[in-house]
C-alpha cells in the first residue's frame, strides 16, 4: 500500500471513530485574565485616601505592573498551556490594559502561573516595542534595566516635598533581581471557564516579611536591598478572586 493509500485508510478510521464516540478535536477557546485593583477589602480608585495596611494614609496616583510568561496548568498540574516572550503592562489607570485574553482548549483548569517582572533576556535586549516601549516609563538604562512594578502617592507619612511616595522597582542582575514568579491555584474542580477574576491587593507592599513603613521609607528608585524586600512583599499581593 502507497503512501497515499495509507493516509486515506487512516483518516478515514479516524472518521469512523469520531462518529462512534462523539468526540472532536478541542477548538480554542478564549480566557480572560482580569486583574482588579484593591487594597484590603476596598477596590481602589486613583487619587482617593484610604488607610493601608501598617496605618498610614495614602492616596495612589499610579499603579502599574508588567506580567510575563504565563503558564496554565490542567485539572492533573501539567503545564500544557505556554505564553513565552509575552509581557503586558498592566496600568490601574487603563482599564483595557487589566484584561488579557488567552487561547487554550476547554478545559478544566487547575492553576495559573505568570512572571511579575520582566525577565533579564529582555532586560537586555536592545530598544523594545509594545508593552515593553520605554515610552510607557518603565525603564530606566540599558545598566539597570526596566521597572518590574511602580506604586506611587501622596501621603502625610511622607516627609519628603510634596509628601511623595514613589516606589520604582527594578534591578535584574543575580542577588537584585525583583523579577517574582507567581503561582495561583484555582478552586479545586474548576470546569472550563471563560473568566479568571485575579486581585491585586497594594496592602502586600507594605506588610509581608518586611514592613515598608512610608516614613522611613518615602522613596526607591534603584536595584539594591529595599527594592529586593518590597518584591518579596508583593509578590504576595495576588489571589484568585473568582471564575466564571
Not at 516572550?85 to 482599564?95: C, H, I, K, M, Q
Not at 487589566?98 to 512572571?115: E, Y
Not at 506604586?151 to 542582575?173: C, D, I, M, N
Not at 522611613?216 to 499581593?237: F, R, T, W
Request: aromatic share 10%; hydrophobic share 40%.
Amino acid at each position: 500500500m502507497n503512501r497515499f493509500a495509507k493516509y486515506i485508510a487512516f483518516t478515514g478510521c479516524l472518521a469512523l471513530l469520531l462518529s462512534f464516540t462523539g468526540k472532536h478535536p478541542q477548538e480554542p477557546h478564549v480566557v480572560t485574565l482580569r486583574f482588579h485593583s484593591v487594597i484590603g477589602n476596598h477596590s481602589l480608585e486613583v487619587g482617593r485616601s484610604y488607610v493601608n495596611a501598617l496605618g498610614d494614609t495614602i492616596a495612589v496616583q499610579r499603579f502599574k505592573y508588567y506580567v510575563s510568561n504565563i503558564i496554565i496548568t490542567d485539572a492533573v498540574g501539567k503545564d500544557v498551556y505556554l505564553f513565552p516572550r509575552r509581557y503586558y503592562l498592566v496600568d490601574a489607570e487603563d482599564s483595557a490594559s487589566q484584561s488579557i485574553q488567552l487561547k487554550i482548549p476547554a478545559l478544566p483548569l487547575k492553576q495559573v502561573r505568570f512572571t511579575l517582572g520582566v525577565d533579564s533576556i529582555r532586560n537586555v535586549s536592545g530598544v523594545q516595542t509594545g508593552a515593553l516601549d520605554p515610552l510607557h516609563g518603565m525603564f530606566w538604562t540599558w545598566n539597570s534595566g526596566y521597572i518590574m512594578a511602580k506604586l506611587e502617592g501622596v501621603s502625610s507619612s511622607a516627609h519628603v516635598p510634596g509628601q511623595r511616595f514613589t516606589y520604582h522597582v527594578g534591578g535584574f542582575k543575580a542577588a537584585d533581581n525583583t523579577a517574582r514568579v507567581i503561582t495561583l491555584d484555582l478552586p479545586p474542580g474548576t470546569a472550563p471557564v471563560d473568566e479568571i477574576n485575579i486581585a491585586a491587593d497594594i496592602n502586600a507592599w507594605f506588610k509581608g516579611g518586611f514592613l515598608l513603613k512610608i516614613g522611613e521609607h518615602p522613596i526607591c528608585h534603584s536595584p539594591g536591598g529595599l527594592a529586593v524586600q518590597i518584591a518579596d512583599n508583593y509578590k504576595g499581593m495576588f489571589s484568585i478572586s473568582s471564575v466564571r
